[in-house]
């Protein structure tokens, strides 16, 4: 992790504006599309991270305590889905030996989610559509000669970032800098 670099940021201009180039992805070849997502995450992930984090940062200006409460309620809910994966012996001698406490328990806890539900939807929000525009920008955007050179550094191993190590982590690395 130590050798592990941050990329630089890219201008505006080539992230955005006049230099940048876009074009729809030809969805008949997965492979092509699935390769141009993979550099331009790559390529541009401190413009991506910069870009979520604003975005997150003007929700949570507009609706902190719902952003609050709804990434709580996130939290606790893939929590309780662990815990309760792990424990399920348990928890089905509770509900056989307690039925009426197994019963309130449910209908509190969905009352709770339902009353927090609009915390959750703007948690969701915060989250979902800031990468959706990431993938929706990393679709469209065309490569430039220095994104393909600085993709084939992070594939051959001379520059490590964190997005590669995520792309490594979820089964891409081999496609990424081709």
């Known amino acids: 992790m130590a050798d592990v670099q941050p990329p630089p940021l890219r201008s505006l201009d080539d992230f955005l504006l006049s230099s940048a180039r876009f074009a729809v992805p030809d969805v008949r070849d997965l492979d092509r599309w699935n390769n141009r997502i993979i550099n331009n995450l790559l390529y541009y992930q401190s413009n991506y991270f910069l870009s979520i984090l604003g975005f997150l940062l003007i929700v949570g200006y507009l609706q902190p305590f ?24 348990p928890i089905r001698r509770f509900r056989r030996n307690h039925p009426a406490v197994a019963v309130l328990a449910i209908l509190l806890v969905s009352y709770l989610f339902i009353s927090v539900l609009g915390g959750v939807a703007v948690f969701l929000f915060g989250i979902a559509f800031p990468i ?33 190590l995520l792309l490594e982590a979820l089964g891409q690395e081999q496609e990424a800098g081709s």
């Open 66 to 89: 719902q952003l609050f409460v709804g990434a709580m309620v996130v939290t606790l809910l893939f929590l309780g889905f662990v815990w309760a994966a792990e424990n399920r012996a």
């Open 132 to 164: 959706l525009m990431v993938l929706v920008h990393a679709s469209v955007r065309l490569r430039s000669l220095k994104n393909k050179l600085e993709n084939k550094l992070e594939s051959i191993g001379l520059k490590r970032t964190p997005m590669g």
